[in-house]
């Protein structure tokens, strides 16, 4: 079993920072990539960044660019998502999640975290 536990989030005034982490722990063979989506109330599940493990790049959705930032340690098997400027509409719960192989020959398959809130109010 894989289990991803997330960390961080919480209440933040407009413009403020926050920051958000998720570890990749159980019978994991390797992580193709890691991210993070959301989702606001009533609103669908939107993807927000990923980073793939064998690569540096982060990916963004074009509402968060140039505001956070992916990050990860592989050795670690966490990812890290950094929050600056943040806005209202930014308010969400944030999904860490993972697509991860078990073992050398399996298929690689979604993981997610329970979710953490981030809520952005003044």
């Known amino acids: 079993q894989v289990q991803l536990v997330e960390s961080g989030g919480g209440l933040v005034q407009p413009g403020g920072s926050l920051g958000l982490s998720c570890a990749a722990s159980?019978?994991?063979?390797?992580?193709?990539?890691m991210g993070w989506y959301r989702q606001a109330p009533g609103e669908q599940r939107e993807l927000v960044a990923y980073i793939s493990f064998g690569g540096s790049t982060g990916n963004y959705a074009d509402s968060v660019k140039g505001r956070f930032t992916i990050s990860k340690d592989n050795a670690k098997n966490t990812v890290y998502l950094q929050m600056n400027s943040l806005k209202p509409e930014d308010t969400a719960v944030y999904y860490c999640?993972?697509?991860?192989?078990?073992?050398?020959?399996?298929?690689?398959?979604?993981?997610w975290g329970r979710g953490t809130q981030v809520t952005v109010s003044s």
């Open positions: 159980g019978t994991i063979f390797s992580i193709r990539r």
């Open positions: 999640n993972a697509i991860i192989t078990t073992t050398r020959s399996g298929p690689a398959r979604d993981y």
